[in-house]
């Protein structure tokens, strides 16, 4: 089982940036085959996928909403995931998950572990 804990949220002004972190428990052979992923749920409506990352090859995927702005990358040796938020928007204010997956996807379903959250609010 890994366990999750994000950290760095916050509120912001439009165009500032924020750095989300999320800190991860679990053997090391156990994540270099996995996923991680962050998805936000803005207030009001459903989890979305924002990222995701594989832990061992290291290449990314981003959703369209987040492309060019936002940046995941992971520090294998902390077992530690970030999410990197530039430019921030008013629309990006949510509830901001990591979470981790054996196969990824972009779906909430497909991820196993969570985390508990955390705010993040972009004021205009």
């Known amino acids: 089982q890994v366990q999750l804990g994000e950290s760095g949220g916050g509120s912001v002004q439009a165009g500032d940036s924020l750095r989300l972190s999320c800190a991860a428990s679990?053997?090391?052979?156990?994540?270099?085959?996995?996923?991680m992923a962050w998805f936000r749920q803005p207030p009001g409506k459903e989890r979305e996928f924002v990222a995701w990352?594989?832990?061992?090859?290291?290449?990314?995927y981003y959703g369209d909403a987040v492309k060019g702005r936002f940046t995941i990358s992971r520090d294998s040796a902390k077992k530690m995931l970030y999410l990197q938020m530039n430019s921030l928007k008013p629309e990006d204010t949510a509830v901001y998950y990591c979470?981790?997956?054996?196969?990824?996807?972009?779906?909430?379903?497909?991820?196993?572990?969570w985390g508990q959250g955390t705010q993040v609010t972009v004021s205009s």
């Open positions: 990352i594989r832990w061992g090859a290291g290449t990314t």
């Open positions: 979470a981790t997956s054996p196969r990824g996807g972009w779906h909430s379903s497909d991820y196993d572990s």
């Open positions: 679990a053997s090391g052979r156990i994540f270099s085959s996995r996923v």
